[in-house]
């Protein structure tokens, strides 16, 4: 049984005494370490520790770790187990008290070592009062003008993206605020935890695996924060292909499917249902239709497992549905969505919608509250 615990906070040490335990996913990403790693070093601490997976390059990252990096530690996998195996692996390895899985790609700021430490130092609680569970740095795009994510965004069908993208930084948050869902291109959690979580689902191999593990700490009670002095810069570009539509649909299915507590999902099928049909003539139109139905065949062939896993994930649940759904949204306004989520049909319709539904969970919450605020005789 996993539970927050009233006696020990998951942030509750000096900042001195915080051992953070970094470790990077590669796959043929020499080039990329090059310039990631001598900044990256120069802000960690002597207790702390440095793990690179080697996901099967073909770029001899391995043998050249040993010269730019002699102190890391290198975890050489036979195979590509993708994103999400990969940083299990590196994560089996560690031992510090932090957790931070950080894109090879990422280029820390200075100061970044000791503001990637401070929400575990500063408060026991966030400012809406649950434990904070986890947080992200905030992400820059290369050149560091501009926001590649100041924490995800999450739409009530499972639809994920990077809020702020592409705005000045001068709009980036101040100080730490809550965020939909944290980016696994700098991650940080407790390390007790993570392993009391599993990790990330190893089959997902790449893309809504930081989704899903955000919503399965949701789940816990447990908030989900940026910390803006954790600056990283990323080389963001967002690639597409018949592969990645088909990893991204598959897994925001077993996202949903594993995390929405069962209020929440029913309500919500109806809309689930609409969108896969404006998915589908999306998918159609835009060329992708193959990877598409590839996502749905996945989906439908795990269903038993996804189904299993559900239980499990679900067993553990702390909080009721209406405030595991609350932070999310409504309104589909990332620019990838286009003039289709701008239009004020579609925008008036969703709030509507996501109204009733929460109102809906909150009287179905209303007696489990009222039972848990009755004191113990």
Not at 13 to 28: E, L, Y
Not at 140 to 160: A, E, M, P, Q, Y
Not at 303 to 330: C, D, H, K, W, Y
Request: proline share 5%.
């Amino acid at each position: 049984m996993l539970e927050w615990s009233s006696k020990r906070s998951i942030i509750a040490a000096p900042m001195t005494d915080v051992s953070v335990a970094v470790v990077i996913v590669a796959h043929n990403s020499l080039a990329d370490l090059r310039r990631t790693l001598p900044a990256l070093l120069c802000e960690l601490q002597a207790q702390d520790e440095l793990i690179i997976v080697d996901n099967a390059s073909s770029d001899g990252l391995a043998d050249e770790l040993s010269r730019i990096a002699p102190t890391a530690q290198v975890r050489v996998l036979g195979r590509n187990t993708g994103f999400a195996g990969g940083a299990n692996a590196g994560a089996a390895e560690a031992h510090g008290d932090l957790l931070v899985l950080l894109n090879p790609d990422a280029i820390v700021q200075r100061g970044w070592g000791e503001a990637i430490r401070r929400p575990w130092t500063e408060a026991n609680r966030c400012p809406s009062g649950e434990p904070c569970a986890a947080w992200m740095g905030l992400v820059l795009l290369k050149g560091g003008d501009r926001i590649n994510t100041s924490g995800g965004v999450l739409h009530f069908t499972g639809f994920g993206w990077a809020g702020q993208i592409g705005q000045s930084v001068s709009a980036a948050p101040s100080a730490t605020r809550e965020v939909g869902f944290l980016s696994g291109a700098c991650l940080a959690i407790p390390r007790e935890l993570w392993v009391k979580l599993g990790g990330f689902p190893e089959h997902f191999f790449m893309y809504c695996e930081d989704v899903d593990l955000s919503l399965r700490l949701r789940l816990l009670g447990g908030s989900l924060r940026v910390a803006p002095d954790a600056r990283v810069d990323h080389a963001y570009e967002f690639a597409k292909g018949d592969a990645k539509w088909r990893m991204l649909e598959r897994n925001r299915w077993a996202t949903v499917v594993r995390t929405y507590p069962a209020p929440l999902l029913a309500l919500v099928l109806p809309a689930l249902l609409a969108t896969e049909l404006a998915v589908w003539a999306v998918a159609a139109r835009g060329g992708w239709a193959r990877a598409k139905a590839r996502a749905t065949f996945d989906v439908l062939r795990a269903l038993p497992v996804l189904l299993r896993e559900r239980r499990t994930i679900q067993s553990e649940r702390r909080v009721g549905a209406s405030v595991f759904a609350r932070s999310m949204t409504a309104t589909l306004d990332s620019p990838y969505f286009g003039a289709v989520g701008r239009h004020p049909a579609v925008r008036l319709a969703s709030g509507l919608y996501w109204r009733c539904v929460l109102s809906a969970l909150a009287r179905l919450d209303a007696p489990a509250a009222r039972r848990r605020s009755r004191p113990r005789a």
